[in-house]
């Protein structure tokens, strides 16, 4: 779809828009603090502050943690990677709101490492950003951390050190409120992966492959074609051309690929809530379940209005709770990966029948629902206020010379704190993702869930598409130091992130 000439194109004109918001952040009241401004330390008074007014139960739930180097069987591939010891896609950690989370991590990695618990607003000591919030945990090393579970919902925890969150490092943090009448049966949650570490390179290599830069190879509209650990041409009008940088030999539904899937088992006429995560670190999927109906519940952990669909789109980091009710026999439970012809398969089991195969496919012909179809619901929709301030986050770079950035500043995590923009505790402030590039990014805010316009869903992670613009707000209630970021491994690492930071009162 994307040439290499409209790539260009695109920068240039990317380069020209740069500019004039340059411009516009200077005659607005100011996002950007300079260097001499103070901010708030992650171990402040202001910190301990926010976590003594989080309501607590006075439980406590232990859990360790060990990242070691582990050896997967993937339906008869063996991969050598790295993987949590005591918890995996199909062993979630879990607990009430309110209660204290304490997790030993010890790291028998040859490489240092962190844990961040992606989509909670917990304390900012505990967010597990190396250099901003904690020192890496050195190989042999260890960390306790503890915080109390803030929001109930769906969420999940990964390393933030380089691209270890495309090995197998994630697990599912499910937090329930017992206070929540449920309307289902049962629930599953399920996990959604693009998988590469230890069969065709480690997320490294493919990092130092895409860091050579896109080599000019004229049209490519032949579909997604593989030059090594990367893909060029892989594009999907649901994401606004091209798709993604990387090529995956497997697509894996809690940790199993499509020629070994995962069987859930129910009985017809159970309703069953799925609570679906997409850990993967450069792959869309269109996520459905063969002839059956989703009701989506939740995006983010967040409740929204209830809203039918055949399928629903997931950005890197994002998830959806769905309810399905579930049909007599043995259906295809399926996360189409988007744009590059391959697909991520599990079987729903209620009855006699074959099991389908990857050869099942998702109707094309149905709308998927996205963030931008859904409402929050009325008891978390942020209140109408003025908004105090608006940090404009314009989307930077491309695959020529993979320089993605954030008002074109590469974020170096050596030094995160370089470029941070200051907001004050007790603001509302609004983000205002402007994408500059030919490519969409999964934008991702620590310790925060924003709204999106027009009364759209509560969200961490929301989809931007190339050439637009997504408009959210939050209301600054958790002090310290906290990432954004495009949550595609590949494009956080090589650059686009930035710091959001409270400045000291
Ligand atoms: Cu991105």
Known sequence: MHST??????????????????????????????????????????????????RRTGTVVQRTLTAEPVTLDLGGKTAKTWAYRGASATEPLRGNV???????????????????????????????????????????????????????????????????????????????????????????VIVLDDWLDGVTATPDQVLAELEKGMIDHGGMDMGPMRMGNTLMGASSPLLGGDAGDVYYPLYLINGKPANDPQTFTAKPGERIRLRIINAGGDTAFRFGVAEHQLTITHTDGFPVEPSKAESVVLGMGERYDAVITAGDGAFAVIAEALGKQDQALAVLRTGSGTAPTKKTTLPPTKTPATASDLRAASAVGLPQRAVDRTLVLELTGGMEKYDWAINGKRMDMDRPMRDALGIKQGERVALEFKN?????????????????????????????????ALRVEFDADNP?????????????????????AYQEN
């Open 98 to 188: 309110g209660d204290t989370l304490k997790v030993a991590l010890t790291n028998d990695l040859p490489d240092p490492t962190s844990v961040h618990w992606h989509g909670l607003a917990l304390r900012n000591d505990m967010d597990g950003v190396p250099n901003l919030t904690q020192k890496p945990v050195q190989p042999g090393g260890s960390f306790a951390y503890e915080f109390t579970l803030p929001e109930p919902g769906t969420f999940w925890f990964h390393p933030h050190v380089g691209t270890q969150l495309d090995r197998g490092l994630y697990a599912p943090l499910i937090i329930d409120d017992p206070n929540e009448k449920a309307d289902y049966d049962k629930e599953w």
């Open 480 to 500: 310290g130091r906290w990432l954004t970021h495009c949550h595609n491994v590949y494009h956080g690492e090589a650059g686009m992130m930035t710091t959001i």
């Open 5 to 54: 000439l409209n790539r260009r194109q695109f920068l240039t004109a990317g380069a020209l828009t740069l500019t004039a918001a340059g411009l516009a952040g200077c005659s607005s009241r100011s996002g950007s603090a300079t260097n001499t401004t103070s901010f708030v330390k992650p171990g402040s008074a202001a910190v301990t502050a926010a976590e003594a007014k989080r």
């Open 436 to 468: 500059s590039t030919t490519m969409w990014h999964p934008m991702h805010l620590h310790g925060h869930t924003y709204q999106l316009p027009g009364g759209g869903p509560r969200k961490d992670t929301a989809i931007v598409l190339p050439g637009k």
